[in-house]
């Protein structure tokens, strides 16, 4: 069982994120340029929401508002569900499933350690499944793995 420490590991800790006083446009204009669907809200060292695509889409594009004037903190959803490093992959895709969400911030002892999308779990469950199918076929035709 994969463990979501492993996948920061294998993908990589760099986390993308923004201020709450930050404008929504900054926010959107940031996620573009990194190409991710979502960034942690840190004030300080500490984070304090996330911001998502379908956020800004919900409670700024089809209430027409101003991304310009409005705020991370205007929109953020601070009740962030997050992942623990000893965690396995299966479980966080559970949570996401279950709770609708596509990115969950990793948390070690009150710090930030990454950020996991659902992608990255995909990869990595038909990574394990591919390894698995790979043995499976050399055991069947008697070769060595």
Known sequence: MVTVNQLLGQKGGKVVSVGPDDTVFAAIRKMADENVGS?????????????TERLYARNVALKGRSSDTTRVRDI??????????EQTVDECLA??????????????QGHLLGVISIGDLGRSIVGDQKFTINQLVHYIHGEPG
């Open 95 to 108: 949570v996401m499933i279950t709770k609708r969400l596509r990115h969950l911030p990793v948390m070690d």
């Open 76 to 85: 953020m959803e601070t009740r962030v569900i997050y992942a623990r490093p």
């Open 39 to 51: 960034l942690v809200v840190v004030d300080g060292d500490k984070l304090v929401g996330i911001i």
